[in-house]
């Protein structure tokens, strides 16, 4: 009997595991599945799906009419792999959250404006904070549409 292994899984498992298993699944999977990526390297939602384990299936909107939840689903995810395993540390007030921030108007529509950064409270779901103001800026400029979609009617 044989044991089957998906390839999220062993991507998942792969940091945690002993040198003599990490080459098992290089010779299996291939070194590239685990190579550590840039950040700006996620410029898809196929991307980041790969990167944090997801099934292309994931990817699928189910409700047509919840755009918004479809989309923070994916910034969830989005801003998951870009991060690449760094979350917001709350109870540490010396670090910093960022986030991108937008404008919305009639001349220029909607368009990435900057970012900004707290400590231990937010202006914005826990969930959508990123590690340094170059991740933030680029999840804005990359993941437009994926904000626009999440923020507007």
Not at 92 to 101: A, E, I, T
Request: some cysteine; aromatic content about 16%.
């Amino acid at each position: 009997m044989g044991l089957t292994l998906q390839k999220s899984t062993a991507k998942k498992i792969y940091p945690d595991s002993p040198e003599w298993f990490k080459q098992v699944l290089e010779e299996n999977f291939g070194k590239e599945l685990f190579k550590k990526r840039s950040f700006e390297d996620i410029k898809t939602l196929e991307d980041a799906a790969d990167e944090t384990g997801h099934s292309k299936v994931y990817l699928k909107m189910q409700d047509p009419e919840s755009t918004d939840e479809w989309a923070y689903r994916m910034l969830k995810m989005v801003i998951k792999a870009i991060n690449q395993g760094w979350t917001p540390d709350w109870s540490n007030s010396d670090q910093y959250k960022w986030w991108p921030y937008f404008n919305l108007s009639s001349g220029s529509g909607f368009s990435g404006s900057g970012s900004g950064y707290d400590f231990s409270y937010s202006r914005v779901g826990s969930r959508l904070c990123f590690e340094s103001e170059a991740k933030s800026n680029y999840a804005a400029k990359q993941f437009s549409e994926l904000y626009k979609q999440f923020l507007t009617i």
